[in-house]
């Protein structure tokens, strides 16, 4: 069996103990099966349930105590990003709470990411982003959806800030709202409209008007969010 087949056998066991654990409603801080019974439910060897265990310990989502079993961690507000990503690749869905709050810490990052990015942008950036748009034109024409290239454009505008740290920062938030943003993009009209707004952002970056750039930063993420109230409401 190849590297890769182990890496794949380990995160299906992680998706796996997750489903068990959030199916069977275990609370912060209590004990779950044991390594041996979590191999006997999955079907799997010690090997790859200990490397699970492992990736759910990095991710603060349970904890080994030596000698007294695994449990739940005790903090869970304090679990990792890349745990709300995994919730979204093993098609675990945030909560519509987890989902507004992810929105909302996007929002003051990338309104100020734009205000960075109308400074520092370079000739380069402005040709990237472009291209971004002309793609996302053609993709509109040939009726598909933009929830790929909204997720390039925005990125796009991060690097703009010439801040790779941040960069790195957003991509969780993007990740773990894949599903969302398709669900959004599956309707034209939300492609059209975004796409517009984009347009506008671009041209704000390009001149370097950082007031109005923010503006419609501010605006577009505040779409979307409405867009998630009403249908929570529903």
Known sequence: MTEVDDRGRVMQAVGQIISFVEGRGYEAGE????????????????????????????????ERRRGSGIYLSQSLEE????????????????????????????????????????RRRTDENIEAINQVLESSRQALADGLTLDDHDFRFHMEVFKATQNKTLVKLVVPFYLMSTQRRFVYFSDKKNGESSLKQHELMAEAIASRDVETGMELMKSHIGNVEHYFSIEREQ
């Not at 191999?39 to 759910?56: D, H, K, N, P, S």
């Not at 679990?79 to 519509?96: A, M, N, R, W």
């Not at 929105?103 to 109308?118: K, Q, W």
């Open 31 to 62: 004990r779950i099966p044991s390594e041996r019974d979590l191999m006997a439910r999955f079907g799997v060897g010690r090997g790859v349930i200990r490397e699970a265990l492992t990736v759910l310990e990095a991710l603060r989502y349970l």
């Open 79 to 118: 679990q990792s990003l890349e745990t709300l990503v995994l919730y979204s690749k093993i098609g675990f869905p945030l909560d519509q709470e987890s989902l507004m709050e992810c929105l909302e810490v996007r929002s003051i990052i990338e309104v100020d990411a734009i205000a960075r990015a109308c």
